[in-house]
């Protein structure tokens, strides 16, 4: 959790990483009060605007919320909560998650939707918002360099291959 602007506004950082696995036998009842516990806090930490920072990186399939998990948790924030939220940035976009949202698109708010911004890197996150006051876990930053690293390798090898430096100058 951080904040920003004049106003310290709340950055409010859910790492995916952390969540528990959902082959635990009491996995709908930790998600149930984990969610729970989410919603308090917001509604504790939150007087105004705010910003949900959603790190996906580093996270196992099995360990990503499920749709109806998101669903239950999107109908039951409060109106208020949903109206101060300026943006729910997803660092490190999975397909997976980018197809939940393209799919629940049309059954959420357009509002909501709008809010709702993708980012591939950590350095695109610090252009962003300001991360002084931001903790970002260990894993997600070894993820984020190793992304960034095998994405230098695949530019490189691209403008390396004589047939896709054509295709990259058509």
Sequence with gaps: TGYYG?????????AAC?????????????????????ISTLELMVAEDYMIV??????????MPGLGWMKKCYQMIDRRLRK????????HPSWFIRTILAVTR???????????????????????????????PDSIVKYDEETCIKRRM?????SNDPEMASVEQE
Excluded: W
Aim: charged content about 20%; glycine content about 2%; aromatic content about 14%.
């Design 6 to 14: 004049d106003g310290l506004n709340a950055i409010i950082v859910f």
């Design 18 to 38: 952390f969540l528990p696995d959902s082959s635990r036998t009491d996995y709908n009842y930790v998600m149930e009060n984990l969610f729970l516990y989410v």
């Design 54 to 63: 959603y790190l996906n990186g580093a996270t196992p399939r099995r360990r």
């Design 84 to 91: 101060n939220l300026k943006s729910f940035i997803i660092v």
């Design 106 to 136: 049309p059954f959420i708010s357009s509002k909501f939707s709008s809010k709702i911004q993708y980012v591939n890197t950590l350095a695109e996150l610090r252009e962003m918002i300001p991360m002084e006051y931001v903790h970002i």
């Design 154 to 158: 695949r530019t490189s090898c691209l």
